[in-house]
């Protein structure tokens, strides 16, 4: 299991710009998959994005394609969610999750959650 903790979450407004951490610790040197997920106020979870433990391979949720952008740096265990042109439709609490084993997409196939970052858009 990975610890994770996320970072960089924040009131902005329609049309900005913000770049999520998140840092892992613990059992960082066996190979895992990371995502995140996010949930809006009365919405159901969703995936946002995913990527590979190399990198290669990344995901997304079809309302942020091409706007969100997934990274990984693995010599600082950090994952990045890039999030660009925000929209209202956004605002959720952005979760990081980690699995080993490939991407995934489902909740259930997470075992190590961080506790999550609010992201604000204002029309």
């Known amino acids: 299991q990975v610890q994770l903790v996320e970072s960089g979450g924040g009131l902005v407004q329609a049309g900005d710009s913000l770049r999520l951490s998140c840092a892992a610790s613990g059992r960082t040197f066996i190979p895992y998959a990371t995502a995140w997920f996010r949930q809006g106020p009365g919405k159901e979870w969703e995936f946002v994005a995913g990527?590979?433990?190399?990198?290669?391979?990344?995901n997304y949720a079809d309302s942020v394609k091409g706007r969100f952008t997934i990274s990984r740096d693995n010599t600082k265990n950090t994952i990045y969610l890039q999030m660009n042109s925000l929209e209202p439709e956004d605002t959720a609490v952005y979760y990081c999750a980690a699995r080993t084993g490939p991407l995934a997409t489902a909740t259930s196939n997470f075992g190590s959650w961080g506790q999550g970052t609010q992201v604000t858009v204002s029309s």
């Open positions: 990527i590979s433990w190399s990198g290669g391979t990344t």
